[in-house]
C-alpha cells in the first residue's frame, strides 16, 4: 500500500485559500452562529429568468455531449455577445468552456511546455497557481502594492523577469483579487513587451462589465497584438451563474485555436443544457450587467465606508470586479480568521474573509493583508464590517494580554 503514492504535480497544488476555513465554519455554525461569508466570488445575486426559462425549454429527450467546438447556436450568441466591445469573431475563434476556469487550463497548455515561465502580477486569481504547479510551470511574479493602488511597474522593470523561456503574460482585467482596472498606458506597455519578445498575453476579462467609472471592453480590440492573444472569458459573474459552468476561450488565432481545438476534443464538450441557458443572456447581456454593476457599486461603497472607520486598517478603493484587498493591523490574518471563527462573536455572528497570502507567489507576502468579495447586500456587508472592526479589537486585547 505505501508504494501508492500520490503525484508530485498534485502535491505541489496548494489548497484553495478560499475554501479551507470551511471546517471551522462549520462547527462555528454548529454553535448557532452565523458566520456572514465575504471569501467567495460566490454572489447572493440570483440569474436573470431568462435563464430558467430557456432551460425549461429543452425537451424531455436524451441528453446528450454538446458538439467540442460549442453548440452553434450558443457560440453564435458568444460571437453577437462580443459585437457589444467592437469584436468582429466567427465562431471558430471561440470554444466555449467548463467555466474560464478551463480555458485558463487550455491556454497555459496551448503555449507552455513544462518548465516554461509565465509572467505574472502578484496579488493573483490563486487558480493561476493550481494550474501552474499542474502544468509544471514557473510563474513569474511581479509584486504590486497596495499602498501605490496595484499600479504596474514600468516596461523595464517587467522586462527583467523576461527569460528565454518565458512564454505568456498573464493579465485579469478587472481584477480579482485587487479590483483593480489597467490603464490604457499598462496595457500599452504590456502589448509593446509582448511584441518585443514575442510573447502570448493570456487576458481574464471574467469581470468585463463590473466596473464603476468607463465603458467595458477587452483586450482583443486592440489589433496590433491580436495574434498573441487568448483571450479566456466567463458567463459566471456577469450573469451571476458561476453553477452553470460555463466560460470559453478566444482568439484570433487559427493555430491557437487548433492547438485548444483539440484539447476540447480529449475533454468532449462543456454543459449542454447550460449552454442552451445562456443563449437569451449572450443575445441581450446589457440589462442584467448593467443592474449587477449598479449593486456591486452600491456594496462597494457600504464596505468602504465600514473599513475606513476601522483604525490601522488600509485599502484600494476598488475599480472594478467584486473584490478588495486590505492591510490590517495584525502579523497573521490566517490566525486572525482562525480567532473571528473560533473565539469571536458578537450577538451570534462573525465573519468570514480570505487570508490574501495565498494570493501571492513570493513567500512570505500578503500575511498582513485580507481579501473581502462583496457578495451579500449592503445592510450585511455594513454588519460585516462592524464585525470585523469589533473583531480585530478584540484580537489585539488578547494579543497584548497573552
Ligand atoms: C479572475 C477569475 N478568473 C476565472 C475565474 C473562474 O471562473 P469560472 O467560474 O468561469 O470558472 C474566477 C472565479 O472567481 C476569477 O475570479
Same mark, same amino acid.
Given at each position: 500500500?505505501?508504494? $501508492?503514492?500520490?503525484?508530485?504535480?498534485? *502535491? +505541489?497544488?496548494?489548497?484553495?485559500?478560499?475554501?479551507?476555513?470551511?471546517?471551522?465554519?462549520? &462547527?462555528?455554525?454548529?454553535?448557532?452562529?452565523?458566520?456572514?461569508? %465575504?471569501?467567495?466570488?460566490?454572489?447572493?445575486?440570483?440569474?436573470?429568468?431568462?435563464?430558467?426559462?430557456?432551460?425549461?425549454?429543452?425537451?424531455?429527450?436524451?441528453?446528450?455531449?454538446?458538439?467540442?467546438?460549442?453548440?452553434?447556436?450558443?457560440?453564435?450568441?458568444?460571437?453577437?455577445?462580443?459585437?457589444?466591445?467592437?469584436?468582429?469573431?466567427?465562431? /471558430?475563434?471561440?470554444?466555449?468552456?467548463?467555466?474560464?476556469?478551463?480555458?485558463?487550463?487550455?491556454?497555459?497548455?496551448?503555449?507552455?511546455?513544462?518548465?516554461?515561465?509565465?509572467?505574472?502580477? @502578484?496579488?493573483?486569481?490563486?487558480?493561476?497557481?493550481?494550474?501552474?504547479?499542474?502544468?509544471?510551470?514557473?510563474?513569474?511574479?511581479?509584486?504590486?502594492? #497596495?499602498?501605490?493602488?496595484?499600479?504596474?511597474?514600468? @516596461?523595464?522593470?517587467?522586462?527583467? &523577469?523576461?527569460?528565454?523561456?518565458?512564454?505568456?503574460? #498573464?493579465?485579469?482585467?478587472?481584477?480579482?483579487?485587487?479590483?483593480?482596472?489597467?490603464?490604457?498606458?499598462?496595457?500599452?506597455?504590456?502589448?509593446?513587451?509582448?511584441?518585443?519578445?514575442?510573447?502570448?498575453?493570456?487576458?481574464?476579462?471574467?469581470?468585463? /462589465?463590473?466596473?464603476?467609472?468607463?465603458?467595458?471592453? =477587452?483586450?482583443?480590440?486592440?489589433?496590433?497584438?491580436?495574434?498573441?492573444?487568448?483571450?479566456?472569458?466567463?458567463? =459566471?459573474?456577469?450573469? *451571476?451563474?458561476?453553477?452553470?459552468?460555463?466560460?470559453?476561450?478566444? *482568439?484570433?488565432?487559427?493555430?491557437?485555436?487548433?492547438?485548444?481545438?483539440?484539447?476540447?476534443? #480529449?475533454?468532449?464538450?462543456?454543459?449542454?443544457?447550460? +449552454?442552451?441557458?445562456?443563449?437569451?443572456?449572450?443575445?441581450?447581456?446589457?440589462?442584467?450587467?448593467?443592474? %449587477?454593476?449598479? @449593486?456591486?457599486?452600491?456594496?462597494?461603497?457600504?464596505?468602504?465606508?465600514?473599513?475606513?472607520?476601522?483604525?490601522?486598517?488600509?485599502?484600494?478603493?476598488?475599480?472594478?470586479?467584486?473584490?478588495?484587498?486590505?492591510?490590517?493591523?495584525?502579523?497573521?490574518?490566517?490566525?486572525?480568521?482562525?480567532?473571528?471563527?473560533?473565539?469571536?462573536?458578537?450577538?451570534? +455572528?462573525? %465573519?468570514?474573509?480570505?487570508?490574501? /497570502?495565498?494570493?501571492?507567489?513570493?513567500?512570505?507576502?500578503?500575511?498582513?493583508?485580507?481579501?473581502?468579495?462583496?457578495?451579500?447586500?449592503?445592510?450585511?456587508?455594513?454588519?460585516?464590517?462592524? $464585525?470585523?472592526?469589533?473583531?480585530?479589537? /478584540?484580537?489585539?486585547?488578547?494579543?497584548?494580554?497573552?
Amino acid at each position: 500500500m505505501n508504494k $501508492l503514492r500520490i503525484s508530485q504535480r498534485v *502535491s +505541489q497544488v496548494i489548497h484553495s485559500p478560499i475554501r479551507k476555513f470551511l471546517p471551522l465554519v462549520l &462547527k462555528a455554525e454548529a454553535k448557532g452562529i452565523e458566520v456572514l461569508k %465575504i471569501n467567495v466570488g460566490d454572489p447572493d445575486i440570483e440569474p436573470s429568468p431568462k435563464f430558467w426559462q430557456a432551460l425549461k425549454k429543452f425537451p424531455p429527450q436524451n441528453l446528450g455531449y454538446a458538439p467540442s467546438p460549442g453548440i452553434a447556436e450558443h457560440t453564435r450568441a458568444w460571437q453577437k455577445y462580443y459585437t457589444h466591445f467592437g469584436l468582429k469573431l466567427k465562431p /471558430e475563434n471561440i470554444i466555449p468552456t467548463v467555466g474560464c476556469a478551463e480555458a485558463m487550463l487550455f491556454s497555459l497548455l496551448v503555449t507552455t511546455d513544462p518548465g516554461d515561465e509565465i509572467i505574472v502580477f @502578484e496579488p493573483l486569481y490563486s487558480s493561476y497557481k493550481g494550474f501552474a504547479a499542474v502544468c509544471n510551470i514557473k510563474l513569474v511574479p511581479i509584486t504590486l502594492r #497596495v499602498d501605490s493602488g496595484f499600479a504596474l511597474p514600468n @516596461e523595464q522593470t517587467i522586462a527583467k &523577469k523576461i527569460t528565454s523561456r518565458t512564454k505568456a503574460i #498573464v493579465v485579469v482585467n478587472p481584477n480579482n483579487p485587487t479590483g483593480t482596472i489597467l490603464t490604457s498606458r499598462e496595457i500599452t506597455r504590456l502589448i509593446n513587451l509582448a511584441v518585443k519578445h514575442h510573447l502570448f498575453i493570456i487576458t481574464d476579462e471574467t469581470y468585463r /462589465e463590473i466596473i464603476f467609472k468607463g465603458r467595458p471592453g =477587452s483586450l482583443l480590440q486592440i489589433t496590433r497584438a491580436r495574434q498573441q492573444m487568448i483571450l479566456v472569458d466567463s458567463a =459566471s459573474k456577469r450573469f *451571476s451563474c458561476p453553477g452553470a459552468r460555463i466560460g470559453c476561450l478566444v *482568439s484570433y488565432n487559427p493555430a491557437i485555436m487548433a492547438a485548444a481545438l483539440k484539447l476540447a476534443m #480529449v475533454r468532449l464538450s462543456a454543459p449542454t443544457l447550460e +449552454q442552451y441557458g445562456l443563449i437569451p443572456l449572450l443575445n441581450n447581456p446589457r440589462a442584467f450587467t448593467r443592474t %449587477i454593476t449598479r @449593486e456591486y457599486k452600491k456594496r462597494r461603497g457600504a464596505v468602504i465606508k465600514g473599513l475606513r472607520q476601522i483604525p490601522g486598517v488600509t485599502c484600494y478603493q476598488p475599480q472594478g470586479a467584486f473584490y478588495l484587498i486590505a492591510k490590517l493591523p495584525v502579523k497573521n490574518t490566517e490566525d486572525f480568521i482562525t480567532f473571528l471563527l473560533t473565539s469571536f462573536q458578537d450577538k451570534k +455572528q462573525t %465573519i468570514l474573509v480570505t487570508p490574501a /497570502e495565498d494570493f501571492y507567489i513570493t513567500e512570505g507576502l500578503g500575511r498582513n493583508e485580507i481579501r473581502i468579495a462583496y457578495v451579500l447586500d449592503t445592510k450585511k456587508l455594513t454588519r460585516a464590517m462592524i $464585525l470585523l472592526k469589533k473583531g480585530l479589537a /478584540e484580537y489585539q486585547t488578547r494579543r497584548q494580554s497573552s
